[in-house]
């Protein structure tokens, strides 16, 4: 009889500690649920937006200690564990994330789950030459700098293309990228960009394009860039640079000229400075010069490849962005009388410029009977 209420008694005790523990596990599970929904839900300690710096190899576990010392948020325990048990084998994107007033721990993982981190841009501008590429990478503050003081050869080596000159090779776009990008990365990604566009727009080129590989091409559509001032003109500037390459007369176009002087170019161009012998000069030398002169984008290649068809031969500034086209010598020193020797105040050989390194216009008394200018 005692034997059996013992064991009954003893049933019961262990009903009731089963009873106790489920009731302080349910009690911890929900204490823990309300916790970490407390965590989730509570908005970053914010005034204004903050930039997080993500380094490449760290940890949420990290992150979150690290915000939580810097008294963004509370609770870095309760979201440590969220990461481990919800998000377990997330990579951490490093980078940059953009926290704002109001945004919630939460959020801030969705962020990190989806890899948004900010992002910059720089533009290269078709028309602008290697050194002005240069100018503008050195000073983009999110770019790592890697290539300061270096020459533009050992730049070409850097990015693996060692026996390449620099100057046309990279294509000009708005490239977007995050922080610590180096400045190799970018000039390797716009010097492939290049490549790849010039490659498929070889491979639409007319029958008739008087070009022996791709590099003439480009060569040519920087004269063509260059020269333009109304993009539906590009063409037609092709059309009279691959006649007279075809009836072997002069190209004479100024930019050559421009480019041969390097950085004694002051804004004017002279008689002098067109007699000058130099491997770029169009007026001295026949053909095309030995390199591109700029940068050049898509629809300078293709007008380069695709000239249209037509007679003229020379061409002249009227002095808003667009050309006078003529056929013979004597429509075109008309057309230099009339746009040329009685300029406007607000004369331009191209519209007003987004960005420098324009091309000023030959002076009145420097054009050349048989410039196509």
């Known amino acids: 009889m005692f034997a059996r209420y013992w064991v009954f008694d003893l049933r019961r005790k262990i009903v009731l500690l089963l009873e106790i523990g489920l009731v302080l596990v349910g009690l911890l599970l929900g204490f823990s649920a309300w916790k970490l929904d407390s965590a989730l839900k509570q908005p970053l300690n914010l005034s204004q ?8 190899g760290a940890t949420p576990t990290g992150t979150f200690n690290r915000l939580q010392a810097d008294g963004v948020l509370e609770d870095a325990f309760w979201l440590r564990l969220y990461w481990r048990f919800n998000l377990d084998g997330q990579p951490l994107h490093s980078g940059e994330y953009r926290m704002t007033p109001g945004l919630t721990a939460q959020g801030l993982i969705g962020l990190w789950q989806r890899g948004e981190v900010v992002q910059y841009s720089l533009t290269l501008v078709e028309g602008w030459n290697f050194r002005q590429v240069r100018s503008a990478l050195a000073k983009h503050e999110k770019i790592e700098q890697t290539l300061s003081g270096l020459s533009d050869r ?13 100057e046309g090779r990279f294509f000009p776009d708005t490239y977007r990228f995050v922080r610590g990008m180096s400045d190799v990365e970018f000039l390797k990604k716009a010097y492939n960009r290049l490549d790849d566009v010039l ?32 993009p539906e003109e590009r063409g037609q500037i092709a059309g009279v640079f691959v006649r007279r390459l075809k009836i072997g007369m002069l190209l ?23 007699k000058e012998a130099t491997p770029y000069n169009t007026y001295m030398i026949s053909g095309l010069p030995p390199t591109p002169i ?23 500034a009227r002095g808003d962005g667009s050309h006078i086209f ?7 020193n008309a057309a230099v009388r009339e746009y040329q020797l009685k300029r406007r ?20 008394d420097a054009a050349p009977a048989q410039s196509p200018q």
Request: negative net charge; glycine residues 6%; aromatic residues 8%.
């Open 49 to 56: 937006e903050q930039l997080l710096d993500v380094a490449t």
């Open 154 to 166: 050992e730049v070409m080596e850097k990015i693996g293309h060692p026996d390449v000159f620099p």
């Open 199 to 230: 490659e498929q727009e070889w491979s639409r080129r007319a029958p008739d394009a008087p070009y022996t590989d791709p590099y003439q091409a480009l060569i040519m559509a920087s004269l063509v860039e260059k020269e333009t001032g109304v």
């Open 252 to 274: 004479q176009t100024d930019p050559t000229v421009i480019y041969g002087m390097g950085e004694r170019y002051n804004g004017k161009l002279t008689r002098a400075h067109l």
């Open 294 to 316: 700029a940068m050049v984008g898509r629809e300078a290649i293709h007008a380069a490849l695709n000239p249209v068809p037509g007679s003229s031969l020379y061409f002249v």
């Open 326 to 332: 003529s056929d013979s010598l004597d429509a075109h």
């Open 345 to 364: 105040a607000d004369y331009r050989s191209s519209p007003a410029p987004a960005a420098p390194a324009t091309v000023e216009p030959v002076a009145p």
